[in-house]
């Protein structure tokens, strides 16, 4: 089983940047799709991003689409999520997360995703 831990994780500032990473270990080479979620205090887990590692495609949530990049580095075994032009909004804890059919065709409930990391906070700095 693929174990999945988040770093990069920080103060949230309006228009600011954050660059968040997701490293990958376990018994394969290949870790198929990989989602990124944020959940705010008292909401619920949403998913902002997925990429596919086969062909690199990738999916954005509405909220953060033009703001949020979301790549990897198959050698490294990361995924990385670069945001920018931060807003309060964003302010939540990060997770990534091992999609189960290991391709995403699209944003997806939590449910369908296997390995999760431990999330890292990104609080909201005034």
């Known amino acids: 089983q693929v174990q999945l831990v988040e770093s990069g994780g920080g103060l949230v500032q309006s228009g600011g940047s954050l660059r968040l990473s997701c490293v990958a270990s376990?018994?394969?080479?290949?870790?198929?799709?990989i989602g990124w979620f944020r959940q705010a205090p008292g909401q619920e887990r949403e998913e902002v991003a997925c990429?596919?590692?086969?062909?690199?495609?990738?999916f954005y949530a509405d909220s953060v689409k033009g703001r949020f990049t979301i790549s990897r580095d198959n050698a490294k075994k990361t995924v990385y999520l670069q945001m920018n032009r931060l807003k309060p909004e964003d302010t939540a804890v990060y997770y990534c997360?091992?999609?189960?059919?290991?391709?995403?065709?699209?944003?997806?409930?939590?449910?369908?995703?296997?390995?999760w990391g431990q999330g890292t906070q990104a609080p909201y700095s005034s």
């Open positions: 376990g018994p394969t080479s290949d870790y198929g799709a």
């Open positions: 990429i596919n590692s086969s062909d690199g495609s990738t």
């Open positions: 997360a091992q999609y189960k059919d290991l391709y995403c065709e699209g944003l997806s409930p939590s449910e369908d995703f296997g390995s």
